[in-house]
């Protein structure tokens, strides 16, 4: 299968704590590449945006 991607990608998985205001939350950062990486709250907050 061809790969279609603008920019390439580092297939991976990294647990992180991710900070919000004053408060820190357990997440996990996948497939990180320049135009962004795939992120999912293990705790996840109402309105919570990461961009």
Do not use: T, W
């Not at 299968?1 to 408060?23: A, F, I």
């Amino acid at each position: 299968m061809v790969d279609n991607r603008h920019n390439k990608r580092l297939d991976c998985e990294e647990c992180c704590h991710l900070r919000l205001r004053d408060s820190f939350y357990s997440a996990m950062i996948k497939n990180i590449s320049l135009g962004g990486a795939l992120v999912h709250f293990y705790d996840s907050q109402p309105g919570a945006r990461v961009g």
